[in-house]
Protein backbone atom coordinates (compact mmCIF):
# COMPACT_ATOMS: atom_id res chain seq x y z
CA UNK A 1 0.00 0.00 0.00
CA UNK A 2 1.07 3.94 -0.18
CA UNK A 3 -0.53 5.64 2.75
CA UNK A 4 -1.36 9.70 2.67
CA UNK A 5 2.25 11.38 3.90
CA UNK A 6 2.89 15.29 4.45
CA UNK A 7 6.29 14.42 2.98
CA UNK A 8 6.63 16.23 -0.43
CA UNK A 9 9.49 14.96 -2.74
CA UNK A 10 11.46 18.10 -3.71
CA UNK A 11 13.34 15.80 -6.64
CA UNK A 12 12.85 13.87 -9.76
CA UNK A 13 10.00 11.29 -9.88
CA UNK A 14 10.15 8.57 -11.79
CA UNK A 15 9.96 9.26 -15.71
CA UNK A 16 8.73 12.84 -14.53
CA UNK A 17 10.78 15.80 -13.24
CA UNK A 18 8.34 16.42 -10.04
CA UNK A 19 5.88 14.95 -8.03
CA UNK A 20 4.09 17.00 -5.58
CA UNK A 21 3.08 13.86 -3.02
CA UNK A 22 4.58 11.42 -1.23
CA UNK A 23 25.96 9.78 8.48
CA UNK A 24 27.37 12.27 8.49
CA UNK A 25 30.13 13.00 6.22
CA UNK A 26 31.66 14.80 9.08
CA UNK A 27 33.75 11.85 10.58
CA UNK A 28 34.06 13.78 13.69
CA UNK A 29 29.52 12.09 14.05
CA UNK A 30 30.19 8.97 13.29
CA UNK A 31 30.40 7.90 17.09
CA UNK A 32 27.79 9.83 18.17
CA UNK A 33 23.94 8.69 19.66
CA UNK A 34 21.34 9.90 19.06
CA UNK A 35 17.95 9.84 21.27
CA UNK A 36 15.76 12.02 19.01
CA UNK A 37 12.83 10.75 17.13
CA UNK A 38 14.31 9.54 14.04
CA UNK A 39 13.38 11.46 10.47
CA UNK A 40 12.56 8.01 9.02
CA UNK A 41 11.19 4.46 10.36
CA UNK A 42 10.47 1.25 7.95
CA UNK A 43 8.58 -1.67 9.60
CA UNK A 44 8.66 -4.95 8.46
CA UNK A 45 8.09 -3.39 4.01
CA UNK A 46 8.04 -6.06 1.92
CA UNK A 47 8.10 -5.36 -2.27
CA UNK A 48 7.34 -7.67 -4.47
CA UNK A 49 7.03 -7.61 -8.21
CA UNK A 50 4.60 -10.22 -9.94
CA UNK A 51 5.67 -14.12 -7.49
CA UNK A 52 9.33 -12.50 -7.33
CA UNK A 53 10.13 -10.86 -3.52
CA UNK A 54 12.59 -8.08 -3.61
CA UNK A 55 12.55 -6.92 -0.23
CA UNK A 56 11.16 -8.94 2.85
CA UNK A 57 10.48 -8.16 6.30
CA UNK A 58 13.13 -4.95 6.33
CA UNK A 59 13.09 -2.67 9.65
CA UNK A 60 15.15 -0.01 9.92
CA UNK A 61 15.33 3.60 11.51
CA UNK A 62 17.27 6.54 10.09
CA UNK A 63 18.22 9.69 12.64
CA UNK A 64 18.47 13.40 11.65
CA UNK A 65 22.15 14.25 10.19
CA UNK A 66 23.09 10.18 9.39
CA UNK A 67 24.26 9.06 6.32
CA UNK A 68 23.24 5.98 5.62
CA UNK A 69 24.78 3.87 3.44
CA UNK A 70 22.30 1.14 1.45
CA UNK A 71 24.66 -1.76 -0.49
CA UNK A 72 24.49 -4.93 -1.59
CA UNK A 73 24.80 -7.22 -4.94
CA UNK A 74 23.19 -6.56 -7.80
CA UNK A 75 19.47 -7.43 -7.86
CA UNK A 76 19.39 -7.37 -4.33
CA UNK A 77 16.77 -4.16 -4.30
CA UNK A 78 18.65 -1.19 -3.67
CA UNK A 79 17.17 1.21 -6.10
CA UNK A 80 13.69 -0.39 -5.09
CA UNK A 81 14.25 0.73 -1.91
CA UNK A 82 14.47 4.35 -2.13
CA UNK A 83 11.65 4.14 -4.73
CA UNK A 84 9.51 2.64 -2.13
CA UNK A 85 10.93 5.01 0.47
CA UNK A 86 9.73 8.18 -2.35
CA UNK A 87 6.32 6.60 -2.80
CA UNK A 88 7.06 5.97 -6.60
CA UNK A 89 5.98 2.12 -6.59
CA UNK A 90 3.59 -0.17 -4.29
CA UNK A 91 4.59 -2.14 -1.03
CA UNK A 92 3.43 -3.73 2.50
CA UNK A 93 4.50 -2.53 5.38
CA UNK A 94 4.71 0.86 6.75
CA UNK A 95 7.33 3.61 5.97
CA UNK A 96 6.84 6.71 8.30
CA UNK A 97 8.80 10.28 7.32
CA UNK A 98 8.80 12.88 9.56
CA UNK A 99 6.65 15.42 9.62
CA UNK A 100 9.17 17.76 8.88
CA UNK A 101 11.23 15.46 6.11
CA UNK A 102 11.53 17.09 2.91
CA UNK A 103 13.04 14.88 0.50
CA UNK A 104 15.53 15.81 -2.50
CA UNK A 105 16.28 12.63 -5.20
CA UNK A 106 19.25 12.76 -7.51
CA UNK A 107 18.35 9.21 -9.32
CA UNK A 108 21.08 7.03 -11.41
CA UNK A 109 19.93 8.11 -14.49
CA UNK A 110 16.64 10.57 -16.15
CA UNK A 111 14.40 9.13 -18.54
CA UNK A 112 15.53 12.56 -21.06
CA UNK A 113 17.33 12.91 -24.05
CA UNK A 114 20.48 14.89 -23.88
CA UNK A 115 20.41 16.19 -27.02
CA UNK A 116 17.35 18.10 -27.18
CA UNK A 117 17.84 21.84 -27.21
CA UNK A 118 17.04 22.24 -23.24
CA UNK A 119 19.41 24.63 -21.31
CA UNK A 120 20.76 23.38 -17.86
CA UNK A 121 19.11 27.08 -16.71
CA UNK A 122 16.00 25.80 -18.76
CA UNK A 123 16.26 22.42 -16.49
CA UNK A 124 16.69 24.28 -13.25
CA UNK A 125 14.04 27.29 -13.80
CA UNK A 126 11.22 25.04 -14.70
CA UNK A 127 11.27 23.58 -11.45
CA UNK A 128 11.43 26.54 -9.80
CA UNK A 129 8.42 27.80 -11.78
CA UNK A 130 6.85 25.07 -10.79
CA UNK A 131 7.66 25.24 -6.63
CA UNK A 132 6.70 28.54 -7.49
CA UNK A 133 10.49 30.11 -6.19
CA UNK A 134 12.05 33.14 -5.86
CA UNK A 135 14.59 33.73 -8.24
CA UNK A 136 17.11 34.34 -5.37
CA UNK A 137 16.80 31.12 -4.26
CA UNK A 138 18.13 29.49 -8.21
CA UNK A 139 20.96 32.19 -7.72
CA UNK A 140 21.73 30.73 -4.03
CA UNK A 141 21.77 27.04 -5.14
CA UNK A 142 23.55 27.53 -8.34
CA UNK A 143 26.50 29.99 -6.09
CA UNK A 144 26.41 27.48 -3.61
CA UNK A 145 27.20 24.19 -5.90
CA UNK A 146 29.53 26.45 -8.07
CA UNK A 147 27.45 26.00 -11.77
CA UNK A 148 28.75 29.12 -13.22
CA UNK A 149 26.68 31.17 -15.54
CA UNK A 150 28.66 29.47 -18.65
CA UNK A 151 27.23 26.15 -17.57
CA UNK A 152 23.98 27.74 -17.10
CA UNK A 153 23.69 28.39 -20.91
CA UNK A 154 25.49 24.88 -22.18
CA UNK A 155 22.70 22.77 -23.02
CA UNK A 156 22.36 19.38 -21.46
CA UNK A 157 24.32 17.51 -24.70
CA UNK A 158 27.28 19.74 -23.55
CA UNK A 159 27.88 19.42 -20.01
CA UNK A 160 30.61 16.77 -18.91
CA UNK A 161 29.35 13.56 -16.89
CA UNK A 162 30.74 15.60 -13.93
CA UNK A 163 28.87 19.09 -14.78
CA UNK A 164 25.35 17.04 -15.85
CA UNK A 165 25.68 15.17 -12.21
CA UNK A 166 26.29 18.53 -10.44
CA UNK A 167 23.09 20.02 -12.42
CA UNK A 168 20.73 16.96 -10.82
CA UNK A 169 22.43 17.60 -7.45
CA UNK A 170 21.24 21.00 -7.80
CA UNK A 171 17.71 20.53 -9.02
CA UNK A 172 17.23 17.98 -6.02
CA UNK A 173 18.23 21.09 -3.72
CA UNK A 174 15.92 23.40 -5.09
CA UNK A 175 13.14 24.03 -2.42
CA UNK A 176 15.32 22.96 0.54
CA UNK A 177 15.17 19.78 1.14
CA UNK A 178 16.48 18.07 4.43
CA UNK A 179 17.08 14.95 3.35
CA UNK A 180 18.99 14.04 -0.06
CA UNK A 181 18.50 10.08 -1.41
CA UNK A 182 21.48 9.13 -4.00
CA UNK A 183 21.31 6.44 -6.22
CA UNK A 184 24.87 5.39 -6.86
CA UNK A 185 24.92 9.17 -7.97
CA UNK A 186 28.61 8.81 -9.56
CA UNK A 187 28.27 5.29 -11.40
CA UNK A 188 29.31 6.55 -15.01
CA UNK A 189 32.07 9.54 -13.56
CA UNK A 190 35.76 8.61 -13.54
CA UNK A 191 37.59 8.92 -9.79
CA UNK A 192 38.78 12.47 -10.04
CA UNK A 193 35.39 13.32 -10.94
CA UNK A 194 33.58 11.25 -8.50
CA UNK A 195 36.17 12.04 -5.54
CA UNK A 196 35.21 16.04 -6.05
CA UNK A 197 31.26 14.94 -6.37
CA UNK A 198 31.38 13.12 -2.57
CA UNK A 199 33.54 16.22 -1.80
CA UNK A 200 30.35 18.21 -2.66
CA UNK A 201 27.63 16.15 -0.79
CA UNK A 202 30.20 16.30 2.40
CA UNK A 203 30.23 19.50 2.14
CA UNK A 204 26.55 19.93 1.34
CA UNK A 205 25.62 17.78 4.48
CA UNK A 206 27.80 19.23 6.72
CA UNK A 207 26.86 23.14 5.73
CA UNK A 208 23.10 22.05 5.91
CA UNK A 209 22.82 19.50 8.46
CA UNK A 210 21.61 17.13 6.25
CA UNK A 211 20.22 13.46 6.20
CA UNK A 212 21.58 11.28 3.21
CA UNK A 213 21.03 7.68 2.31
CA UNK A 214 23.14 7.19 -0.61
CA UNK A 215 23.11 3.74 -2.33
CA UNK A 216 26.88 2.62 -3.62
CA UNK A 217 28.99 -0.10 -5.03
CA UNK A 218 32.07 1.70 -3.38
CA UNK A 219 32.62 0.51 -0.43
CA UNK A 220 35.40 2.33 0.22
CA UNK A 221 33.30 5.55 -0.32
CA UNK A 222 30.94 3.97 2.38
CA UNK A 223 33.38 3.43 4.77
CA UNK A 224 34.75 7.16 3.98
CA UNK A 225 31.35 8.78 4.44
CA UNK A 226 28.59 6.88 6.37
CA UNK A 227 27.94 6.47 9.61
CA UNK A 228 25.47 3.84 9.00
CA UNK A 229 25.52 0.98 6.33
CA UNK A 230 22.33 -1.35 5.67
CA UNK A 231 23.17 -4.39 3.84
CA UNK A 232 20.53 -5.95 1.82
CA UNK A 233 20.25 -9.69 0.32
CA UNK A 234 18.88 -12.70 -0.50
CA UNK A 235 19.62 -13.48 3.29
CA UNK A 236 17.97 -11.63 6.51
CA UNK A 237 19.28 -7.95 6.13
CA UNK A 238 21.69 -6.57 8.40
CA UNK A 239 22.44 -2.61 9.35
CA UNK A 240 25.59 -1.07 11.33
CA UNK A 241 28.34 1.16 11.62
CA UNK A 242 30.54 0.34 8.97
CA UNK A 243 33.38 -1.30 11.15
CA UNK A 244 30.80 -3.23 12.32
CA UNK A 245 29.84 -4.11 8.76
CA UNK A 246 32.35 -4.10 6.43
CA UNK A 247 33.97 -7.26 7.81
CA UNK A 248 35.87 -9.93 5.58
CA UNK A 249 33.56 -12.63 6.56
CA UNK A 250 30.10 -10.11 6.30
CA UNK A 251 31.16 -8.91 2.95
CA UNK A 252 31.52 -12.32 1.66
CA UNK A 253 28.29 -13.51 3.16
CA UNK A 254 26.94 -10.43 1.06
CA UNK A 255 28.67 -10.90 -1.93
CA UNK A 256 30.06 -14.69 -1.65
CA UNK A 257 34.09 -15.60 -1.70
CA UNK A 258 36.17 -13.66 -3.21
CA UNK A 259 37.35 -14.83 -7.21
CA UNK A 260 40.47 -17.11 -7.26
CA UNK A 261 42.72 -16.26 -10.69
CA UNK A 262 44.46 -18.87 -12.07
CA UNK A 263 47.34 -18.80 -14.44
CA UNK A 264 47.09 -20.73 -17.54
CA UNK A 265 50.25 -22.13 -18.74
CA UNK A 266 50.46 -24.02 -22.40
CA UNK A 267 52.75 -26.67 -22.83
CA UNK A 268 55.12 -25.06 -25.25
CA UNK A 269 55.64 -22.54 -22.45
CA UNK A 270 56.09 -24.82 -19.68
CA UNK A 271 58.79 -26.74 -21.27
CA UNK A 272 60.28 -23.60 -21.88
CA UNK A 273 60.45 -22.41 -18.27
CA UNK A 274 61.66 -25.78 -17.21
CA UNK A 275 64.40 -25.87 -19.71
CA UNK A 276 65.79 -22.47 -18.67
CA UNK A 277 65.52 -23.43 -15.00
CA UNK A 278 67.45 -26.63 -15.65
CA UNK A 279 70.54 -24.30 -17.82
CA UNK A 280 73.76 -23.68 -16.53
Known sequence: ??????T?????????FFSANASSF??????????????LRV????ISFGSRAVIQDLSFEVQQGDCLA??????????????????????????????????GYVPQKIAADRQLPLRAKDLLSAKANFLKLPSTEFERVANELD???EMLDMSLGQLSGGQFQKLLIAFALLGGPNVLLFDEPTASLDELTEERIYELL????????LTILLVSHDLSVVFRNANRVL???????????????????????????APHYYQHIHEHERLRSENQEGAP
Do not use: F
Open 8 to 16: TILGYAGDS
Open 70 to 103: VIGPNGAGKTVLLRALLSLIPYQGQIRWSPEANL
Open 43 to 46: TNLN
Open 202 to 209: GSLQKDRG
Open 147 to 149: VTT
Open 1 to 6: MIPQSR
Open 26 to 39: DSGRKERHVMAEPI
Open 231 to 257: CLSKGKPCMGPPKEILTPAMLQELYGP
